[in-house]
């Protein structure tokens, strides 16, 4: 069983920046990675880093959010610079383990505005 607590949402000027954060306990953990859900749209993948530290983004992500993992402290890290209002989600850490489970985080709000 895989638990995750995220941190770090909030409200932010466009152009802002943000870091997210998820720690995650329990073991085989794989894959990590971030999704995003806005109101009346289906959640989406925003970014999301392989056991071999390959890195995929969203192009519309791309250039502006960065995916980081620390193996140590078991957790995952979205910094997200260069913020917009098409930015504004719930953010859920996502993580897969060795034996293919998937398990979500309890969700961050992210608003950007002015």
């Known amino acids: 069983q895989v638990q995750l607590v995220e941190s770090g949402g909030g409200l932010v000027q466009p152009g802002g920046s943000l870091r997210l954060s998820c720690a995650a306990s329990?073991?085989?953990?794989?894959?990590m990675g971030w999704y995003r859900q806005a109101p009346g749209k289906e959640r989406e993948s925003v970014a999301a880093?392989?056991?071999?530290?390959?890195?995929t983004y969203a192009d519309s992500v791309k250039g502006r959010f960065t995916i980081s993992r620390d193996n140590v402290k078991n957790t995952v890290d979205l910094q997200m610079t260069s913020l917009k209002p098409e930015d504004t989600a719930v953010y859920y850490c996502?993580?897969?383990?060795?034996?293919?489970?998937?398990?979500w985080g309890q969700g961050t709000q992210v608003t950007v505005s002015s």
């Open positions: 329990g073991f085989g953990i794989s894959a």
């Open positions: 996502n993580v897969r383990t060795v034996s293919d489970n998937s398990y």
């Open positions: 880093l392989t056991p071999g530290g390959s890195r």
